[in-house]
Antibody
């Protein structure tokens, strides 16, 4: 059974940093692209970043480019999102999602999410 | 504001058939496969339809997807109370290398 579990959310001050992690199990992690998607309170889904299976291709939404860094550790079946220079508008539930072989593949499994609150 | 547009709300009565649209352009929907996600209240999204009209294992055949030109649609037949959720269309934009989500449609079962 595929399982994804995010951690690392919490309260951060504007300009601060947080590092999110996503522990994956139930599938061969190194074979699949992985993604972060966020959802601000009461709002819709917003794609944040994607990383291909061996980290050979990485993509970011314009809203986080230069501030967030996605990475993965295939030996530990873990996905990360380093979030720097946080802004109030980064407040959201952050979901980790499993993709397919290709960047365009659908996100077929999602974690329950972790809440990030950016506030002074 | 998303580059693909969904109606903010839709509604239907039990047993009815409802459709939710997703409109875009030749550079997104017109050239990419569309996926649909269902988000029940308080839960994570779930893949409902992929590659325009394919259902993952376990998704009832009451749910169907279609695409024509620069628009896509999700149809739900035999509407049930448990279908009350937010529905999102999504695609990968090959030219911009970004994933795009529609703004979402809140479906209410009356």
């Amino acid at each position: 059974e595929v399982q994804l579990l995010e951690s690392g959310g919490g309260l951060a001050q504007p300009g601060g940093s947080l590092r999110l992690s996503c522990a994956a199990s139930g599938f061969t992690f190194s074979n699949y692209a992985m993604h972060w998607v966020r959802q601000a309170p009461g709002k819709g889904l917003e794609w944040v970043s994607s990383i291909r299976s061996y980290g050979d291709a990485i993509y970011y939404a314009d809203s986080v480019k230069g501030r967030f860094t996605i990475s993965r550790d295939n030996s530990k079946n873990t996905l990360h999102l380093q979030m720097n220079s946080l802004r109030v508008e980064d407040t959201a539930v952050y979901y980790c999602a499993k993709g397919g072989t290709y960047s365009r593949s659908p996100l077929d499994f999602w974690g329950p999410g972790t809440l990030v609150t950016v506030s002074s | 504001q998303s580059v693909v547009t969904q109606p903010p709300s839709a509604s239907g009565t039990p047993g009815q058939r409802v459709t939710i649209s997703c409109s875009g352009s030749t550079s997104n929907i017109g050239s990419s496969a569309v996926n649909w996600y269902q988000q029940l209240p308080g839960t994570a999204p779930k893949l409902l339809i992929y590659s325009n009209n394919q259902r993952p294992s376990g998704v009832p055949d009451r749910f169907s997807g279609s695409k024509s030109g620069t628009s896509a649609s999700l149809a739900i037949s035999g509407l049930q109370s448990e279908d009350e959720a937010d529905y999102y269309c999504a695609l990968w934009d090959d030219s911009l290398n970004i994933r795009v989500f529609g703004g979402g449609t809140k479906l209410t079962v009356l």
